[in-house]
DNA sequence: TTGTAGGCGTTATCAG
DNA sequence: CTGATAACGCCTACAA
């Protein structure tokens, strides 16, 4: 590794001299700067990131707490687009977890590496976080609220009157909702849900609100079949993500009925598959990249200058994306 | 923070005492090391990464090249189970990648962060690999060869006999294969289906074989559509994995035909999302989480032991998944 | 404008 | 068995 030392050398200056040069500090004439710098890169210098972090207790390197919700395209978009942000910005990004041997929580795992922030990007709410939101290193969360901390969120509340806007108009008028788990986001749906029906005098009786869990096909199967049970059958159901559907399509199919033709469905999310689906799936489009960029954006800001910083909650909007596992009742 | 410093006074001995009773050195008593232990986790005590890097130059941290695949279901599992397995052996996963603005390549950046050894698990071959590869830095790759390095690898040849075997046992005696970009698994795939065929005395006209995009519904669904024109049609298409099905199935369905009552087709990769459609789609199933594994064991092998480590090929058997895509001719 | 020196938190060496 | 002390590579006052 070429240390800064070797470069001095070559130049025949002091460290210190070099050192300003690299960081553009004054102290050295800017055109002897300037050839350092030339030097320092011939000789592909680069700053070795542990002894900086030591000196400046800044690292470069942002901690993500992602949990195993890896394997969700939706979230998998989210890092994704924040990988890119950051390392357009120069900074690493390194995982952060408890669930280590050492009982570390992740307060203390981003003490350890000095992590100049903290992106949160896991669903459920753990204690273990309450630590870390609590500390002085910049935390943003996405689709999560902690107090006085920015959260960046997909507009879930929102998102039901551009939904129930869109099947209104496709002539729906009895529409059941299957959601997930119990939880922040879950509850801006719900409500946002009924707000948006109430909105267009559209009643909801009580068996058109049915529970399940996201991301398990299996539980939305069966809330399918409730539903399909009803006496007063509805003519769409919402589904708690895209994939949850896929248990609701297998169920109305194996029920003999068909999508669209007997009853419609509409998704969650958006992602790749909804499109590739036959009949493709309508289902509500999440703009992932940008709750990713934006969320780093954030992130970058409260870290570049913590004293002016003010949280804030961020929403991203999405929007309808038609499909043609909704029947236009119209015709 | 709390520094090593803050415990030797708490324990009124010096610095070096407590770290030699907290690395487990010889040079304290053991007792004494004990209680020293003790006092470092009531107070919460962890060394700081960048100090110890600095001396040690052991960063406890992986690199992991990852590219853009972050959204592919198969590489977020490899993933998943990388970071799983690390993690429990106490080491942190930093992206690396070449995409920033200062140039520097995957090896200085692995350099300058001190990664203990490099992951890559991205799909294609890239010049700026190859100083990394050649460098001291332990490396091991997945799904990729480079010369005097591990690499673990999905049994794409040996996958096409059991395949080829399924599907002559149901019958199949004209089978087609659609194959993703040409490249290292793209050969061994096609290597491994021709032979499985001449195991079995089938023939494979060239026509048969038909070049797609991997992960690229659109392209599958021509390369579909022109095997559907042939005069002497297949029976069975092998698609190079299960998203591309989905341009195919679009393609049948598209000519007013169906899956698999007038041709099967066959999948690779077994993401969830295979077993989710209906039909459910037959498939190679890949066991992404033991090759994630299995290049973790690997690189931590070489880095424990460099001088003794010596580099393989790793492969790791996948299994065909039945499904209903696949019709059963013998009936 | 330049060089020197101290220290960030650790670990490791070497006297006591 | 114990406690100073010197690095690791870098930054930054401060002295020249």
């Known amino acids: 590794m070429v240390t800064i030392k070797m470069v001095a050398q070559r130049c025949g200056l002091s460290v210190g001299a070099v050192s300003k040069a690299l960081n553009h500090q004054p102290g050295i004439s800017p055109e002897k700067a300037a050839w350092v710098r030339q030097v320092a890169e011939e000789m592909r210098y680069y700053p070795n990131a542990a002894a900086r972090t030591l000196k400046t207790s800044r690292s470069n390197n942002i901690g993500v707490v992602f949990q195993n919700r890896l394997v969700h395209e939706y979230f998998s978009e989210i890092l994704e687009s ?36 903290v992106l949160i990007a896991q669903g459920s709410a753990r204690a ?24 960046v969120l997909s507009d879930n509340a929102d998102s039901f009157n551009q939904i129930i806007d869109y099947l209104y108009q496709m002539g729906h008028r009895r529409i059941a909702m299957i959601h997930g788990e119990d939880g922040e986001v879950t509850r801006m749906r719900l409500a946002g849900f009924h707000r948006a029906c109430r909105k267009w005098g559209l009643e909801v009786p009580e ?30 159901i919402l589904y708690p993500d895209d994939i949850s559907y896929l248990g609701g399509a297998t169920e109305i199919e194996r029920q003999g009925l068909s999508v669209p033709e007997d009853i419609s469905c509409f998704g969650y999310d958006g992602i790749r598959l909804s499109r590739l689906l036959r009949p493709s799936l309508a ?49």
């Open 207 to 236: 068996e058109y609100v049915v529970a399940a869990k996201f991301q398990e096909p299996k539980d939305s199967g069966l809330a399918t079949r409730q539903l399909l049970a009803l006496k007063n059958r509805p003519t769409c």
């Open 82 to 117: 924040i990988r890119a942000y950051m390392e357009k910005r120069g900074y690493d990004i390194t995982f952060l977890n408890d669930e280590r041997d050492s009982g570390m929580s992740v307060y203390e795992h981003a003490m350890q590496r000095q992590c100049d922030g």
């Open 128 to 151: 273990d976080l309450d630590r870390l939101v609590q500390s002085d290193i910049p935390v943003v969360a996405i689709d999560q609220l902690f107090q006085g901390r920015t959260a």
């Open 283 to 331: 289902t509500y489009r999440q703009d992932a990249e940008q709750i990713g960029r934006r969320a780093a954006e954030e992130l970058l800001l409260a870290i570049e200058d913590p004293k002016c910083y003010v949280p804030q909650i961020v929403t991203v909007a999405g929007s309808v994306q038609p499909g043609d596992s909704v029947k236009d009742l119209n015709q």
